[in-house]
């Protein structure tokens, strides 16, 4: 838990829905996440957990992703 409320203070506490590109994508959140010992496994269901559902998924228009 402390992962998830860790993750959810440090990538999605700026979001704003109203400007979708500024959401983390789910790989810099996963790449933070095993950074600080979590599994690959477990840093990729946390970044789904946290990731907000009306979100587009795929790639980010510019390329990044």
């Given at each position: 838990m402390?992962?998830?409320a860790d993750a959810a203070t440090q990538w999605w506490s700026t979001y704003?829905?109203?400007e979708p590109n500024?959401?983390?994508t789910n790989n810099a959140v996963i790449e933070y996440l095993?950074?600080?010992g979590?599994?690959?496994k477990l840093a990729d269901s946390i970044a789904s957990i946290l990731?907000?559902?009306d979100l587009r998924t795929g790639r980010?228009?510019?390329g990044a992703y």
């Open positions: 402390e992962l998830l704003d829905p109203d500024t959401a983390p095993t950074s600080i979590a599994s690959t990731r907000a559902d980010r228009k510019g």
